[in-house]
C-alpha cells in the first residue's frame, strides 16, 4: 500500500509540473528577443538610352565657297580717226577708218564664296543595336558672297580684254540621310549624303578698253548633291549636340551675251601738231560666255531636341 501510495504521489507531482509549465510557457515565450524580417528591393530593369525618334534643332557654322569661272569673248569693231583745225573746227581731209578683230580671248579664275551660314534641320532616327539609320532636312541662310576679274592682258591694261563674275548664295537646303553606328551608347558616329538646292545671284561683264561693255545678270536655283560625316554626343535623355562637315555641290551653268555694241569717242588735242586735234571714234561688237561651277565647304555645330527617351528593358 505504501509502495501505491508512493507511486500516485510522482504522478500527482508530475501532472502538477507539466500544468506550471504549460500556463507559464506563453509569458516566457513573450519575453524572447523577435528577429525582424528582411525586406528585399524589387529589382528594377535598367534604362537602354536609343538614338531612335524624331528631333528638332539648329546650327550654325561657317562656309569656304567657291565660284570657278571659265570665260571667253569676242571682240571686233571700226576705229574712224578725223584730223580737224583746232581754230575752225575744220577737217583735214576724210577720217582713217580701221576695222580690228574678231579678238577672241579665254581665260579662268575662282571667287572665293566664303560666309557664315546658320539654319535648323529635323530629322527621324532608327536604332537596332549599335546601328543608325535616318533622314535629315535642313535649311540655312548664308552670308555667301565674293567676286572675280579675269585679266587676259595682265593688269587689266587699258585696251585689253576682260571678264569679271561676282557670286551670292542667299540659301541652302539639304535632304540627306544618315548612317552611323553608336560607338558608345551615347556617342554616334555618322556618314550622311544626298540632295542640295541653292539659289545661286550672279553678275558678270565683259569690256574692252578698260571698262564694261556688256554687264548681264543671272538668278537661278540650283540642285546638286551633298556628303559629309560628323559626330554627335546625348547630353542627356532628350538633348544632343553635333559637330558636322559638308561638301555641298551646285553643278555648272552658263550665262552669255551676244551682239552687245559700243561706242567711244576720243580727242588728241595738238595732234599731229600745234592748232590741229584728232577725234576718234571706236565702235565695238562684243560677244561673250561664262562657265560657272558652283561648290561649298561647310563646318558647323548643332544643337537637337529628341521627341522620346531611353528604353527601359524587359525581362
Not at 582713217?96 to 572665293?112: K, N
Not at 541653292?198 to 556688256?214: H, K, N, Q
Request: proline share 5%.
Amino acid at each position: 500500500m505504501l509502495a501505491k501510495g508512493g507511486r500516485m504521489k510522482k504522478l500527482l507531482l508530475g501532472g502538477t509540473m507539466l500544468a506550471a509549465l504549460a500556463v507559464s510557457a506563453p509569458a516566457i515565450a513573450a519575453d524572447l528577443p523577435v528577429k525582424a524580417p528582411v525586406y528585399k528591393a524589387p529589382v528594377m530593369a535598367p534604362e537602354v538610352f536609343s538614338w531612335t525618334g524624331f528631333y528638332i534643332g539648329g546650327n550654325l557654322g561657317y562656309s569656304w565657297g567657291r565660284g570657278d569661272t571659265d570665260f571667253n569673248e569676242t571682240t571686233s569693231g571700226t576705229s574712224s580717226a578725223q584730223e580737224f583745225r583746232t581754230a575752225g573746227p575744220t577737217p583735214v581731209g576724210p577720217p582713217v577708218v580701221t576695222a580690228f578683230g574678231p579678238l577672241t580671248a579665254t581665260g579662268s579664275d575662282r571667287a572665293h564664296l566664303n560666309g557664315v551660314i546658320g539654319g535648323g534641320q529635323v530629322g527621324y532616327n532608327w536604332q537596332s543595336g549599335s546601328f543608325v539609320g535616318g533622314i535629315e532636312a535642313d535649311l540655312q541662310a548664308t552670308g555667301e558672297r565674293g567676286d572675280t576679274t579675269i585679266c587676259i592682258t595682265a593688269g587689266c591694261p587699258a585696251g585689253g580684254i576682260f571678264g569679271s563674275a561676282s557670286y551670292k548664295l542667299p540659301w541652302l537646303a539639304t535632304l540627306r540621310g544618315r548612317i552611323g553606328v553608336a560607338v558608345v551608347p551615347r556617342v554616334l558616329l555618322y556618314a550622311t549624303g544626298g540632295l542640295a538646292v541653292g539659289e545661286v545671284d550672279s553678275d558678270f561683264s565683259g569690256g574692252l578698253g578698260g571698262g564694261p561693255i556688256a554687264t548681264l545678270s543671272s538668278n537661278t536655283t540650283r540642285a546638286g548633291y551633298v556628303v559629309g560625316g560628323g559626330v554627335e554626343g546625348a547630353l542627356d535623355n532628350n538633348w544632343s549636340a553635333k559637330f558636322e562637315a559638308l561638301y555641298v555641290d551646285l553643278g555648272s551653268f552658263d550665262t552669255s551675251f551676244a551682239g552687245v555694241t559700243a561706242t567711244s569717242v576720243t580727242n588728241q588735242p595738238n595732234t599731229p601738231s600745234t592748232g590741229f586735234n584728232i577725234l576718234t571714234t571706236t565702235t565695238t561688237t562684243t560677244s561673250g560666255s561664262f562657265h560657272s561651277h558652283v561648290s561649298d565647304l561647310i563646318l558647323r555645330v548643332g544643337l537637337n531636341y529628341r521627341f522620346g527617351g531611353p528604353v527601359v528593358a524587359r525581362y
